[in-house]
Each structure stands twice: as C-alpha cells, then as structure tokens.
C-alpha cells in the first residue's frame, strides 16, 4: 500500500512570511500533483511534477519533486491572505508501472494566512 | 476551459435505497475515476474506469458499488443499498488525452451523499 505523509497538517502564519509544506513517502511515484481544495469543492490542480528533480514556479509558489520521485515540497514565497486553504498532495502510479490512476493522496495542510 | 461537472451538488437518501451520482468528463479524456472524502479524512480512490471497464478498484469499491458510461458524455457511480458510513463527498475525475495518456487528474466539484 502506498502511503503519503504531508506535513505540516496545520500552519498558521502572517502575511509575508514564507513556508514550506512537505509530502513523503517510501514509495516512488511515477508523478505527483499538488491541489487546492476549498471547503465543499472539488480539488483545483496547482502543478504536476514527473521528472526527478523537477522544480516548477506557479509565480510565488514553487513545486519540488524528489531526485527519487518519493518526496515533494511546496514553498510559497511572501504568503498573502488569498493563499489561505487547504493543500494536497497526490502521488500517482508507480514508477515503471502501467497504473495511470489511482491518486494517493496526502492528508492536506490547512495554511492559515493573517493579514 | 473545459472542465467536470457533477450531479447532483447534495443527495439525501435513505439506508438502503439506491443511488447514483453523474458526472460529465472533459470530452476528449480517455480515463475516469471515482474518489471519496469523508468528512474530516484524505480523500480516497474507489476506481478507474478506461476503455469501457474497470482497469482498477480499491477495496472500498465492494459489490455495491458500479461504474458505467451509459453513452459518450455521461460516467455514473451506483450504490446499490447505502449504508450510513457511504456519507461523503464523492469525486469524479478524468484525465489522459489521446496523445498524452499519463496527463494530470481534473477533478468536478462533488457530490455530497448523507445517508440517514
């Protein structure tokens, strides 16, 4: 069974401060998403990474995925209000495997941003 | 932009009673999923469905529940005698374009089912 841990699970900060959330795992990913969910919606795609490596910039947030393909971080840069929410990590099939689908799923970080 | 739609947004029903979600991938997708969340807790896979069949199912997704895509546009989830702890947010998802067959999941906004 593969496991994704997310860390931290709650993260309160003020307005420009930085932070970074975390997603782990013992098990390799042949890609993995990050989302944004608000409350009674569906998950809103931030980022796929796929590449060992790989670092994407969506303006102030910045996607890391593992050299390993087991780990992933998000950073935002100068956090403001807007990016108050939940965020979730996702890992998708197994590397070398032929599984598209079934996301693996992080428990999600409630960021908290006070103006 | 394109994008998955679900229906209905709530459904109220009763233990036992039949119910099926609807949702409506993004045209050109090839593969379709099911995920649940339960109140307070991750969301989880329930089945992915390609080339008219299941390619993969979880241990969640028992007898009860079925897949199917009744026509070109449509894809359903049908739970057969709800049981309370079937109360969720229920997710449909597709990805995966003719020519990019590992694409990133788009997900709808969900269907909240409360068993009573």
């Known amino acids: 069974t593969q496991l994704l841990e997310q860390s931290p699970q709650f993260l309160s900060i003020q307005e420009g401060e930085n932070l970074t959330v975390y997603c782990n795992s013992s098990s390799v990913f042949s890609s993995l998403q990050w989302y944004r969910q608000e409350p009674g919606e569906g998950p809103v795609l931030l980022v796929t990474?796929?590449?060992?490596?790989e670092v994407k910039k969506l303006k102030r947030l910045t996607f890391q995925f593992g050299d390993a393909r087991k780990d992933s971080s998000l950073h935002i840069t100068a956090a403001q209000p807007g990016d108050t929410g939940l965020y979730l990590c996702a890992g998708a099939g197994r590397a070398g495997g032929t599984s598209y689908g079934k996301l693996t799923f992080g428990q999600g970080t409630i960021l908290t941003v006070h103006p | 932009e394109p994008e998955v739609t679900q229906t209905p947004s709530h459904q109220v029903t009763q233990m036992g009673q039949e119910v099926i979600l609807r949702c409506v991938p993004i045209s050109n997708h090839l593969y379709f999923y099911w995920y649940r969340q339960i109140l307070g807790q991750k969301v989880e896979f329930l089945v992915s469905?390609?080339?008219?069949?299941?390619?993969?199912k979880s241990e969640i997704f028992d007898d009860q529940f079925s897949v199917e895509r009744p026509d070109g546009s449509n894809f359903t989830l049908k739970i057969r005698s709800t049981k309370l702890e079937d109360s969720a947010m229920y997710f449909c998802a597709s990805s995966g374009l003719p020519t990019r067959p590992q694409e990133t999941q788009y997900f709808g906004p969900g269907t909240r089912l409360l068993v009573l």
């Open positions: 990474v796929v590449t060992g490596g």
């Open positions: 469905f390609y080339n008219n069949e299941i390619s993969e």
